[in-house]
């Protein structure tokens, strides 16, 4: 007796479905493998490559810091224009945030303005005190562009770079309330007088 296949057991209502059951009785692969399990053969094997070829040549990785010492650098500060432009972009990106959080207090309720509020809050805190400082020689080939297939420690400085640029807004409305702050306090001391 001939062994009845998986898909001959299978009711089928349309003359497509019997076609393609036939088809793969006959050449015996899985009618489950698509064009993304392929994708993900490849991708695997292409990680592969990188845990393999990483130790024969491994490149350096940008790192992700808590509260980070602040850096003895010799260089010359900012200039004035440059901190300003910060200051102001990040009070725009303030109030866009702001508006965010309030835009529909009315609508929906005080709960999930609050909500909002904390969220805004705990993002400008973590942005503040999260610092990455990603490898940019080693972010792959044509400048992060394409992936090198033969190192994993591209795709790390690549995620911080991400990072880096998730926490942008958030450190450019931090550094603008703290220097807000500190010109306010400047030019109240010389009102005072």
Not at 16 to 42: C, G, M, V, W
Not at 106 to 128: E, P, T
Not at 156 to 175: C, D, E
Request: positive net charge; hydrophobic residues 45%.
């Amino acid at each position: 007796m001939k062994p009845r296949s998986i898909y001959s057991t299978v009711q089928t209502n349309t003359i497509f479905d019997q076609r393609y059951i036939r088809e793969a009785n006959r050449h015996k692969f899985s009618p489950h493998i698509t064009e993304h399990s392929k994708l993900e053969q490849k991708n695997l094997s292409m990680s592969l490559l990188e845990w393999v070829f990483e130790p024969l040549n491994p490149g350096p990785v940008g790192k992700l810091e808590v509260n980070p010492p602040e850096p003895d650098d010799d260089d010359d500060p900012p200039k004035k224009w440059l901190i300003w432009l910060s200051i102001i972009i990040g009070l725009l990106l303030l109030g866009i945030g702001l508006y965010w959080v309030f835009y529909n207090l009315f609508y929906a309720g005080a709960r999930l303005v609050l909500f909002k509020l904390c969220f805004l809050v705990l993002y400008v805190l973590i942005s503040h005190s999260v610092t990455a400082t990603p490898d940019y020689t080693n972010v792959g080939w044509f400048g992060g562009l394409i992936d090198n297939p033969f190192r994993i420690s591209d795709d790390y400085n690549r995620w911080l770079v991400f990072i880096q640029v998730i926490l942008l807004p958030g450190k450019l409305i931090a550094y603008s309330l703290a220097m807000s702050w500190l010109l306010g306090k400047y030019l109240y001391k010389k009102l005072k007088k």
